[in-house]
């Protein structure tokens, strides 16, 4: 088990690390150097607002599921078309909920309520359909398919921006196309289910909707949470500030640095759920699984911190034509909250495949009333950089919740000297990216390439990154089965 979550979580980021940041930088940043920081502060105010209703499209659907299907195999042919029928159901719910909530809250433009809708409805599906995927055991299939929805919104908005006579693009556009590049991913992963699974066609079961959605029910506070204090900072920015939503824009601009570096953490996460699952009572194979995921993320985490710390504002006016300089300081504090989340991941996933879910939506709770307090004390006085610090304090107290659960209610045994390994680490590689940027006089590129370089380097001969520990997963591959 833990060779085969080596071997896909170095395929998922290898995927992952080369598709999403060009859809995040050369796609989504094109938009707003297009659309203007306002307007673009607009749309993230909307996406925001109608995120803050997905508990409803997907009330822990993807989380439930993935920890279900390992379990129950034997009956997913049935299960498969009662879910679908479920989705279409929380589907229809969600957008009427969404326009009225809409329409209360003053947001009216419906057309781009509509398309931010659709695309997390489809979004929500195309997760939902991998979690069976990878359920059902293909690990390196589902992580394959991980970025084929930005592989799709490349292609079809980088022609659109980047290919003459065009090379220009609206909001509503930009929301359009990326719904059909969902509903073309959504399409091909149902025709890879129907291959993979003797789907049972039935006719809509009222008994195990209600069964599913009663079994969802602890998901749908913990995503209800989690949702609010990650999305809640958007729309209070609009809401509290009377600036034509530039603090959203200058928030958005940070927060999509925050959210590419945050898709580590989330793959560790979706990838070690279903393995979790179907370990749950097998304490070694849990302390093995949980081990090297704070392993490997520490060290990525922490180097990206390094990346953003040392070299982020350069980056940052290459990537934006209207770079502000609170985009600097709104993105520090975003990134080490992205660490935190990033740690947070690991035992997140394993208290959810542990049933422990409502242990977890307490230390959610906390979040959430942490985060709109700090929000209110200092978004009116720091704006957009107050709720990067806010969301920091937030995330903080939620690791610590979650790392204190993980303690008490499962008792998983952490590697001491993984953890002096890694506090090695980071003392080490930031001395390196401090010393590479103070002394070599050359191209900020350049002394970035070379502190990563290093910083591998250390990694390996910190023995953190160790090829004799993958040996021994092969060694032990039956046993740990």
């Known amino acids: 088990m833990k060779k085969e979550f080596l071997i896909n979580i170095i395929l998922l980021l290898v995927i992952n690390l080369l598709i999403k940041p060009i859809y995040i930088f050369l796609i989504e940043a094109k938009v707003q150097?297009?659309?203007?920081?306002?307007?673009?502060?607009?749309?993230?105010?909307?996406?925001?607002?109608?995120?803050?209703?997905?508990?409803?499209?997907?009330?822990?659907?993807?989380?439930?599921?993935?920890?279900?299907?390992?379990?129950?195999?034997e009956t997913i042919g049935y299960h498969f078309t009662q879910l679908l029928y479920t989705k279409s159901v929380l589907a229809v719910l969600f957008i009427g909920i969404v326009l009225l909530m809409a329409y209360i809250m003053g947001y009216t433009d419906t057309t781009l309520l509509y398309l931010l809708a659709a695309n997390l409805i489809l979004s929500s599906l195309f997760m939902l359909f991998r979690t069976t995927?990878?359920?059902?055991?293909?690990?390196?299939?589902?992580?394959?398919?991980?970025?084929?929805?930005?592989?799709?919104?490349?292609?079809?908005?980088?022609?659109?921006?980047?290919?003459?006579?065009?090379?220009?693009?609206?909001?509503h556009q930009f929301a359009a196309l990326q719904c059909v590049a969902y509903l073309i991913a959504v399409i091909f992963t149902f025709f890879i289910i129907l291959v993979k699974i003797k789907v049972k066609v039935s006719f809509f079961s009222l008994l195990y909707f209600l069964k599913i959605t009663r079994q969802c029910l602890p998901y749908i506070l913990t995503l209800l949470f989690m949702t609010a204090y990650n999305k809640l900072?958007?729309?209070?920015?609009?809401?509290?500030?009377?600036?034509?939503?530039?603090?959203?824009?200058?928030?958005?601009?940070?927060?999509?640095?925050?959210?590419?570096?945050?898709?580590?953490?989330?793959?560790?996460?979706?990838?070690?759920?279903?393995?979790?699952a179907s370990n749950v009572f097998n304490?070694?194979?849990?302390?093995?699984?949980?081990?090297?995921?704070?392993?490997?993320?520490?060290?990525?985490s922490f180097m990206i911190v390094c990346i953003?710390?040392?070299?982020?504002?350069?980056?940052?006016?290459?990537?934006?034509?209207?770079?502000?300089?609170?985009?600097?300081?709104?993105?520090?504090?975003?990134?080490?909250?992205?660490?935190?989340?990033?740690?947070?991941?690991?035992?997140?996933?394993?208290?959810?495949?542990?049933?422990?879910?409502n242990r977890l939506n307490v230390v959610f709770g906390i979040g959430l009333i942490i985060n709109?307090?700090?929000?209110?004390?200092?978004?009116?006085?720091?704006?957009?950089?107050?709720?990067?610090?806010?969301?920091?304090?937030?995330?903080?107290?939620?690791?610590?919740?979650?790392?204190?659960?993980?303690k008490r209610e499962i008792n998983i045994k952490s590697d001491k000297k993984i953890y002096i390994q890694l506090i090695q680490f980071i003392f080490l590689s930031n001395f390196i990216f401090y010393v590479v940027k103070s002394v070599i006089n050359i191209d900020w590129i350049f002394n970035l390439a070379l502190s990563i370089l290093i910083c591998l380097l250390l990694s390996f001969i910190l023995k953190i990154v160790d090829f004799k520990d993958g040996m021994a997963l092969v060694e032990n591959r039956k046993a740990s089965k």
């Open 233 to 276: 900072d958007g729309v209070m920015l609009s809401k509290m500030l009377t600036d034509n939503h530039f603090q959203a824009g200058v928030y958005a601009s940070a927060y999509r640095i925050y959210d590419a570096a945050n898709m580590t953490g989330y793959l560790f996460a979706a990838l070690l759920l279903p393995m979790y």
């Open 133 to 171: 995927i990878s359920g059902m055991g293909y690990y390196r299939l589902d992580s394959w398919l991980s970025a084929l929805d930005k592989i799709l919104m490349i292609t079809i908005l980088g022609y659109v921006l980047y290919v003459p006579p065009l090379k220009s693009i609206d909001i």
């Open 372 to 406: 709109i307090i700090l929000n209110l004390i200092f978004i009116p006085r720091y704006h957009a950089s107050g709720a990067a610090f806010a969301t920091f304090i937030t995330q903080i107290s939620v690791l610590g919740g979650q790392y204190y659960l993980t």
């Open 283 to 300: 304490k070694k194979v849990l302390e093995d699984l949980m081990n090297i995921g704070i392993k490997y993320i520490s060290l990525m």
């Open 33 to 73: 150097n297009v659309v203007g920081i306002e307007v673009y502060g607009a749309y993230f105010s909307y996406l925001n607002f109608v995120f803050l209703f997905q508990f409803i499209n997907d009330p822990g659907l993807q989380n439930w599921n993935a920890q279900y299907v390992p379990k129950n195999k």
């Open 308 to 357: 953003v710390f040392y070299y982020g504002e350069p980056l940052l006016q290459v990537i934006y034509n209207d770079y502000h300089v609170d985009f600097f300081t709104t993105l520090k504090w975003l990134i080490l909250s992205y660490m935190m989340v990033a740690i947070a991941y690991i035992y997140g996933s394993l208290l959810v495949a542990s049933g422990k879910i």
